[in-house]
């Protein structure tokens, strides 16, 4: 059983960075994308930003500019890099693993992103 385990969120002000961090319990090359998701109460989980093993990203157009994902494959981590925050960003954000084998699907814990005005 393959375990994403999220960290870095926090309170900030806005205009503000934080930077999220997601730990794979095995190599994240098992994976063929890795992403980052967010969720605010009674919406739909949105994509906001992917990378593909091939190291290529897309972001949500909401975030684009602003955030930046990334991954260190010595740690089994992906990162996600959040600059000038707004409040709308607000929310929980859950990380997402996809395994190249059946596709299987695995998500975090999720992590609390406040951003005060």
């Known amino acids: 059983q393959v375990q994403l385990v999220e960290s870095g969120g926090g309170l900030v002000q806005a205009g503000g960075s934080l930077r999220l961090s997601c730990a794979a319990s095995?190599?994240?090359?098992?994976?063929?994308?890795m992403g980052w998701y967010r969720q605010a109460p009674g919406n739909e989980r949105e994509l906001v930003a992917r990378i593909s093993r091939d190291g290529s990203t897309n972001y949500a157009d909401s975030v684009k500019g602003r955030f930046t994902i990334s991954r260190d494959n010595a740690k089994n981590t992906v990162y996600l890099q959040m600059n000038s925050l707004k409040p709308q960003d607000t929310t929980v954000y859950y990380c997402?693993?996809?395994?190249?084998?059946?596709?299987?699907?695995?998500w975090g814990q999720g992590t609390q992103v406040t951003v005060s005005s």
């Open positions: 997402k693993a996809e395994s190249v084998l059946l596709s299987t699907v695995y």
């Open positions: 095995r190599s994240i090359f098992s994976f063929k994308s």
